[in-house]
């Protein structure tokens, strides 16, 4: 699923709530009754000041309430020494299903192609490095033909690479975890991204982001006249769950993009067997009513 799709319902489902776009916070001052937030029009630059009973900040890995309230970035995001990019692929590689699923996995380097049912499918490229800084400078696309080089004469990896050339957009960042020893202070509250970021190699950073929205409301909802009282409950009901896949998603990593070249080798051993298990599960459900209906390619 595509995080548009997941967005795309929730606006669906939002009614009575006031949305306004080009409004980011500047300031963020606690009040013994209130919080007044600074924001400025994005478009105008205008600011203005307003009241509120609870500031949630749900504004992602870079959030901009963790930054003010709780101070700079680097005091928060742990380094994980890998980049990632993402786009849109405007035609699946040939000779592959629309919906296939691609994974092309070395040491320190993957590609990843996300087919879906109904879109165009996604490619995502993911490499390990030690110097991110450096990879923010020069051309991309030069950059990234350089990182997969030794691969391009993969189909796959040729496909995907000329595919950026041509993308409209496509998503650049390094890889991070938001680590924070407590998620709110007073009457600021960051959930999400914001607050634990588990990263895509997690594939739960959608799930518990919306979990973790979801949690909050309820505990609200139960301690209605106790603010400090919910947001307790609420970091304690949750902690654990963050914690576990914080801490997994460093091994589900190696299944994105090895570090090594043992961990390759270690990597591929586990997908064959993984796929021999497969095959004699589908096997057996062939026999019976149902049968596999979607494929893939792992390497
Ligand atoms: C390439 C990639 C693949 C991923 N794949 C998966 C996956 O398969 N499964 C999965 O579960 N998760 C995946 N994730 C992670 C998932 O996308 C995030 O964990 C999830 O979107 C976090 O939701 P969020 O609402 O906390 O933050 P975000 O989705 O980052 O949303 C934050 C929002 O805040 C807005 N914002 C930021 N700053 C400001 C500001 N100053 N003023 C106003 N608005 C602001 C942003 O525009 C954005 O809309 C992936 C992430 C990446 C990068």
């Not at 990019?85 to 699923?101: G, H, I, M, N």
């Not at 690479?161 to 998503?171: G, I, R, T, V």
């Not at 991070?176 to 895509?200: E, F, K």
Request: aromatic share 8%; with cysteine.
């Amino acid at each position: 699923m595509l995080r548009g799709d997941i967005e795309a319902a929730l606006w669906q489902s939002i009614t009575g709530v006031e949305v306004r776009f080009a409004t980011t916070p500047v300031a963020i001052t606690e009040g013994p009754a209130e919080v007044r937030v600074l924001l400025e029009n994005a478009d105008t630059g205008a600011q203005y000041s307003e009241s509120f009973d609870l500031v949630v900040g749900a504004d992602g890995m870079r959030s901009s309430v963790r930054r003010i309230v709780f101070g700079p970035h680097e005091d928060h995001l742990t380094t994980w020494n890998a980049m990632i990019c993402a786009f849109e692929l405007k035609e699946q590689v040939p000779t592959y299903e629309a919906s296939d699923s691609i994974i092309i996995a070395r040491a320190k380097r993957a590609v990843w192609v996300f087919g879906f049912a109904d879109h165009a499918p996604t490619a995502l490229l993911t490499y390990r490095t030690r110097d991110i800084q450096e990879q923010f400078s020069g051309s991309r696309v030069e950059r990234l033909r350089a990182v997969f080089s030794g691969m391009d004469d993969d189909p796959v990896v040729r496909h995907v690479l000329d595919s950026l050339e041509e993308a409209p957009d496509h998503l650049f960042d390094s890889v991070h975890q938001v680590r924070m020893p407590r998620w709110s202070t007073g009457r600021v509250v960051l959930v999400g991204d914001a607050a634990w970021c588990m990263n895509l190699y997690s594939g739960m950073g959608a799930t518990s982001s919306l979990r973790g929205g979801a949690a909050l409301g309820a505990a609200l909802q139960e301690h209605p006249d106790d603010t400090a009282a919910a947001l307790d409950a609420w970091e304690a009901g949750l902690r654990p769950f963050i914690t576990k896949h914080q801490r997994t998603a460093r091994l589900k990593q190696q299944m994105f993009v090895p570090s090594s070249r043992r961990a390759e080798v270690l990597r591929s051993g586990l997908v064959g067997l993984a796929r021999r298990i497969r095959g004699r599960r589908s096997a057996t459900e062939a026999a019976g009513p149902q049968t596999m209906a979607r494929s893939g390619t792992s390497r």
